[in-house]
């Protein structure tokens, strides 16, 4: 991953925005607000992209395994998993598995506990996505939370978990 060239500041930005509207719209199916999407190496093309669908079917996690399913590790790995908010240890465990070698998130989980509160439909787990990389065999490079847009992710999650 190191020997490739990362996403602009505004390609991160763009794509965070775009996986805040995916969570917006899990909003409205009556989920959760989580959403990401897979970005092809190139840092433009989207492949796919997924909203979340239940407690132990997050956008992250399903969406690795859909990647999974459809591209090779050795692409997969030049891939960008992009999520509105640090993946939690289910879903980075699974995005290692599928071998997508880098992840671009927007707020971190700890922010998130911070407006879930005890909620007890997101019992948030305060484990980094960096620790569990930072205790495996791949490289795996990891940008977040993005300031820039930060506010309009913890915005959709204050809309939510207040209701």
Sequence with gaps: MTDQ????????????RRANAIAARSVAMG???FGALLVAPDHETVLLEQGNVSTVNHAESVLARAADMNFT???????TLYTTVEPCAMCAATQYWANIGRLVYGMDERRLLELTGSDPENPTMDVPARYIYAHSQKAIQVIGPVPEVEEEVADLHRGFWKN
């Design 73 to 79: 590790p050795e692409y997969l790995w030049g891939c």
């Design 31 to 33: 989920h959760h607000p």
């Design 5 to 16: 060239p990362g996403p602009t500041p505004g390609q991160i930005q763009r794509h965070l």
